[in-house]
């Protein structure tokens, strides 16, 4: 992670799973994405904290999760633009 190079953090990052967990069927999608980061220094509970939080606050697929996003799609038929969707993030709650 950057931000433990940035601050000069004596921390290891060596390993990260992630899974999804998803709805399926017609307006189906991730519901959980849970990312499990393994890591080794001499750091303690507080300073993990803080890590979490600056990297999540600089990070562009967190930070477009949490938001949402338009989504544009396009479709071009012989070299033609012939549709464009447009999808607007819909404040979807569990």
């Not at 993990?48 to 544009?72: E, M, P, S, W, Y």
């Not at 549709?83 to 404040?91: H, K, N, Q, V």
């Amino acid at each position: 992670m950057r931000v433990t190079y940035a601050e000069e953090l004596e921390l290891t990052f060596t390993k990260v799973d992630v899974r999804g967990e998803n709805r399926r069927g017609l307006g189906g999608g991730f519901e959980t994405i849970t990312q499990e980061l393994h890591a080794d220094g001499d750091v303690d509970e507080a300073t993990i904290a803080h890590v979490c939080d600056r990297a999540q606050a600089v990070c562009f697929t967190h930070n477009t999760l949490k938001h949402g996003v338009k989504l544009v799609t396009v479709i071009h038929l012989n070299g033609e633009e012939v549709l464009r969707s447009i999808s607007e993030p819909t404040g979807f709650s569990l």
